[in-house]
């Protein structure tokens, strides 16, 4: 199994990123996926999750109305659509399937001025 993110990179407050995860060498088109992150001093924190057949986006209270996560199964790529960056969204993205528990390598994101 493969994950493959990509997209991180600095950024100003305000600004966005899009953020994608390529996956391989397993069915995509039948697990849902999901997007975590680990900031500095912190946690693990689920960010956004999303069902095989693209449906009931869940988003962390957060990030809510600013991320949007969506998915092209043809392409076999989830992607996370990050607007209105604050500094606390800071921290390394993960991709992940949670029902194989399979992540990625992860991608370094910073919001600062």
């Known amino acids: 199994v493969q994950l493959v993110e990509s997209g991180g990179g600095l950024a100003q407050p305000g600004g966005s990123l899009r953020l994608s995860c390529a996956a391989s060498?397993?069915?995509?088109?039948?697990?849902?996926m999901g997007w975590a992150r680990q900031g500095p001093r912190k946690g693990l924190e689920w960010v956004s999750g999303l069902y095989s057949d693209g449906s009931d986006p869940y988003y962390a209270d957060a990030v809510k109305g600013r991320f949007t996560i969506s998915r092209d199964n043809a392409k076999n790529t989830v992607y996370l659509h990050m607007n209105s960056l604050e500094p606390e969204d800071t921290a390394v993205y993960y991709c992940n399937v949670p029902t194989l528990n399979y992540w990625g390598q992860g991608t370094q994101v910073t919001v600062s001025s």
């Open positions: 060498e397993f069915t995509f088109n039948n697990y849902a």
